[in-house]
């Protein structure tokens, strides 16, 4: 069974961006068994439906304008190829061994409710929510647009497309999103995991507020995967992204199970300030979840807590710093002494210089150069 690394969150709550399966030595010999009879054939199945869905995909939008492609597609594209699509898109997962996905609840009509927020989110095998969302348009980096076949879904799915690293891109992106969420059916309904990122589903991380900004009714979605063994997780640190197709694909099935909440109304208040919207939704999931509400967002790449205007690292530099020490094998009084030559050699320094990894790993007498250099 799994385990999590709880070292360095908080008192408080679970940290949430670490998730690492650990196996018995019983399941670790099943997991090769299975895995290597499973793992191949089901990735060769799964790339197969991929490269009939990519043309089939490109299709949809072929030989339209950019003013045709900037309206929802409408007549024979949609009918014809929306449901080839969903029949193939579910096959790719079936493929993987989601062979059932339980619904709870029911799905909440564009009228109702024009945005989805779905969580905990887990990983790129949480995209299966699209099925029983009828293929939901979606917000996704602009990046993804190279890869091959998803950029192609994503054109099919005529997303709403955002450069993390363009500030005018996200300002778009923002319009945009307001103008489809407020178009009274105009627009598909739309699917956002308000999170951000990824994490262990133990805690619900402080919800983004993009999902909440035209005020607009919305649907909470949870998802949950209720399996011996959980392994579709892909956070911050721990088990890759391999590791997590390799594990998923080695069992029989994994289950899926999707829960629709009900409607979610915001108040007048809620609709002038959509970081308090937010939060309540957040505050409503994860009680339904049963698990805790967290302040704690991915920033830059690194896990934080919120506090004001603070951002609070949930790992602490000096934390990691000591346990790379222990690491390599030192005893108290060594690392005492590693510290104290480091603390020289910063005094010895000119103001202002930098030690290079390398100097550092050197005199704090690291045996591992490579884990030194990249954690110093």
């Not at 099943?30 to 089939?56: D, E, K, M, Q």
């Not at 929802?72 to 079936?94: D, E, K, N, Q, Y």
């Not at 602490?316 to 020490?325: K, V």
Request: charged share 20%; with cysteine.
């Amino acid at each position: 069974m799994e385990k999590y690394d709880c070292h360095s969150a908080t008192q408080d709550y679970p940290h949430p961006f670490t998730h690492e399966v650990k196996l018995t030595r019983a399941q670790r010999i099943r997991g090769i068994i299975l895995g290597s009879i499973l793992f191949p054939l089901r990735i060769t199945l799964a790339a197969l439906f991929f490269l009939i869905i990519w043309p089939l995909a490109r299709l949809r939008l072929a030989g339209l304008s950019e003013e045709e492609r900037a309206r929802p597609v409408t007549g024979w594209r949609r009918w014809l190829f929306h449901p080839i699509i969903l029949l193939l898109s579910r096959a790719v997962f079936f493929s993987l061994g989601f062979l059932w996905v339980k619904v709870k609840g029911r799905r909440a009509d564009l009228k109702e409710a024009p945005v989805l927020v779905v969580a905990p989110h887990s990983g790129f095998l949480d995209m299966l929510v699209l099925c029983p969302t009828q293929l939901a348009t979606v917000v996704s980096r602009s990046e993804n647009t190279s890869l091959p076949v998803i950029g192609a879904l994503l054109e099919f799915n005529q997303s709403v497309l955002v450069s993390r690293k363009d500030p005018e891109s996200r300002k778009k992106a923002v319009t945009q999103l307001t103008e489809r969420l407020t178009s009274n059916g105009y627009w598909p309904q739309m699917l956002m995991f308000p999170e951000g990122t990824t994490t262990n589903g133990r805690a619900l991380i402080k919800f983004k507020p993009g999902a909440f900004l035209a005020g607009v009714p919305v649907q909470p979605v949870l998802l949950r995967y209720p399996n011996k063994l959980d392994t579709v997780r892909w956070t911050y640190k721990g088990t890759t992204w391999t590791e997590t197709l390799w594990h998923t694909t080695s069992q029989l099935y994994t289950n899926m199970t999707v829960e629709f909440l009900p409607v979610y109304n915001p108040s007048q208040e809620e609709k002038n300030d959509p970081n308090l919207y937010a939060d309540n939704v957040q505050k409503l999931m994860a009680k339904a979840l049963g698990v805790p509400a967290t302040d704690y967002v991915m920033e830059g790449r690194v896990p934080v807590s919120k506090l004001g205007g603070l951002s609070l690292p949930l790992e602490s530099p000096a934390r990691e710093t000591l346990s790379l020490l222990h690491r390599n094998g030192l005893e108290a009084s060594e690392v005492e002494a590693a510290l104290n030559r480091m603390i020289d050699r910063c005094q010895s320094g000119a103001q202002g210089s930098k030690a290079s990894a390398e100097e550092l790993a050197s005199v704090l007498r690291l045996t591992d150069r490579e884990t030194g250099r990249r954690h110093l």
